[in-house]
């Protein structure tokens, strides 16, 4: 049983999945621990595009040179992602949602469309540290930068 209870088996077969961190560093364990059991779960290979802002290949990463202390690349608790075959932001945060891999509480899923269109995107997964529930945002470019700060609770749009 993988630590955050997801079934185990991935659509691939056991253990089939893999993440692909490439040079990206991921401080966070408890994060590098849910990418691996997403992996699995879907038996996809998961590549990471940016995690902590000290990476020197993170500099395309806006969070990291902005005068936002909050932001969660800075604080080395945030990943952006791809999932192998996955064409549709829409379809991958259902199937993130409904996985049973992400806990109810501590987590921010955000999904970056890019000029508005739901094929090319990537997935922000974070861990907000302070056990807030888990926030799900679908987001159309970069123009709703408030919503990055779930205060309390919200839902996919």
Not at 1 to 20: E, I, S, T, Y
Not at 93 to 109: A, F
Request: net charge neutral; glycine share 8%.
């Amino acid at each position: 049983m993988p630590r955050f209870g997801a079934p185990k088996r991935g659509a691939n077969g056991w253990g089939k999945g893999l993440v692909d961190y490439k040079t990206v560093q991921v401080t966070d364990l408890k994060l590098r621990l849910m990418l691996e059991d997403l992996a699995t779960h879907f038996g996809k290979k998961i590549t990471l595009l940016d995690g902590d802002c000290e990476n020197a290949l993170n500099k395309h990463n806006v969070s990291c040179y902005l005068d936002s202390v909050d932001s969660q690349h800075i604080m080395g608790r945030a990943v952006d992602i791809k999932i192998s075959g996955e064409t549709s932001g829409f379809s991958v945060m259902q199937k993130l949602r409904w996985s049973g891999v992400i806990p109810l509480n501590d987590y921010q899923i955000v999904c970056h469309e890019h000029n508005g269109d739901m094929e090319d995107f990537h997935i922000h997964l974070a861990r907000f540290g302070d056990n807030r529930p888990t926030c799900w945002i679908m987001q159309k470019g970069h123009e709703c930068k408030q919503e990055h700060n779930c205060s309390k609770t919200c839902s996919i749009k």
